[in-house]
């Protein structure tokens, strides 16, 4: 094989700029693939005064001569495809030339989002804080080896499927306390379907395969961060699908020997959405200016983000696990209100011992962040270039390459695609 498939992925709890950076590299790639996750994701794209935000079509969609992959990792909604597809319309792209879904990519029902939502009530306080899209149940589905998959939408008995598995689901919702009309859901369901059915509906594995030998280069789009991911996240307080670099070779159909480089995205600090632990939260005034100056809210559900500083212990551990390659640093120009920034490079446990790793009772352990403290900034990055940006910017981005020992080859300033400074490799 001539080329291969780059990965792009969050290495903080998802909302990193991944949508932003996917389109800004779209035109250097002939497919862009999204390979798990599902309607959770919101992916943010800004550009010619526009705002768009995608859940399940890849980012590379706004590119004209690029191809885009959902692929048999992720799932999908029908219901939220046709939403998004339609909106997509009046932007005169070609979306059906350029758009391919993998059989083999598991259909998301409307009993599985009646689920998430029966479960997170359940688990009361301990809910995991999810986007309630049914991506929880629509994996367990999978797992479990009951699932619908892309594919059955074209199979002339996909009704009778439809009502085997909805009966399971409804069997279960019996038990919980969950309203809901099913007629106006399954019309809307199935009025879906049949719009999906007008798709590329595709051996996506073979697809890709195919586009590599013959040099076609790949991008794959993560959704989620690694911290979100379901073996190395923060348990039980996850998402349901590995987001990590692995999920893009099981989750395309790609042999691990053709992964390239690994784009390991992050902000200049850290934010959080839904529950589970955050060692470097800011609970005070801190932590709401961040939020106001980020605009951190939920791209998918509008909630308020956590916000806190950088956390290099967690970085490390997500660079480790994804093999990053370059390391591309988003929202620098939210910190530019901040007179002093906060790096924390070691977690303080309970027992009074000092770490820099990750540690299992993650959950349960009190963590205090250690911070190193240095100069902000503290002025508008509007004009900046590579050559010419406050020097406490070059030093704290001299400061992370540093520790984290990976080259920071990308820089954004803002959330349009023209705020974006690539830098050279080291
Ligand atoms: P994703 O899920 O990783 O694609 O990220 P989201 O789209 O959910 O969240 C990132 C948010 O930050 C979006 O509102 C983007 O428009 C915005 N954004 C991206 N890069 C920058 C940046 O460098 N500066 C600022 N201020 N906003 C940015
Ligand atoms: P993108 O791709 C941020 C979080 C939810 C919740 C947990 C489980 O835009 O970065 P789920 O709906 O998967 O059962 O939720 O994961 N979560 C995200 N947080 N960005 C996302 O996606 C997320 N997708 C899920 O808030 O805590
Ligand atoms: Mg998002």
Redesign the pocket.
Known sequence: MKTKVDVLL?LQW???????IVDVLAPTYDVVARFQGGPN????L?FDGI?HVLHQIPSGIFREKTKNIIGNGVVLDPIVFKTEIEKLEKYNLNVKANLFISKKATLIVPTHRLLDQAYETAKGVDKIGSTLKGIGPSYQDKIGRQGLRVGDVLAPNFKEKFKKLIDIHFEILKTHNVSYDWAALENQFMDAVNFLRQFELIDSEYFINNELKSGSTILAEGAQGSLLDIDFGSYPFVTSSNTVTAGACTGLGVAPSHIGEVYGIFKAYSTRVGSGPFPTELLDEEGDLMRKQ??EFG?TTGRPRRCGWIDLPSLKYSIMINGVTQLLM?????LNIFKTIKICTKYKLSDGSITETVPYELVNEKIEPIYTEVKGWNTSLENITNDHMPVELADYIRLLETALNVPITLL????DRK?TIHRKKR
Do not use: F, I, R, Y
């Not at 998802?14 to 932003?20: A, F, H, I, V």
């Open positions: 969050g998802g909302d990193e700029g991944k949508g932003k994701a919101g992916h943010t800004e705002k980020g605009n791209s988003m929202k620098a120009d939210v954004s300033t803002g959330p705020q």
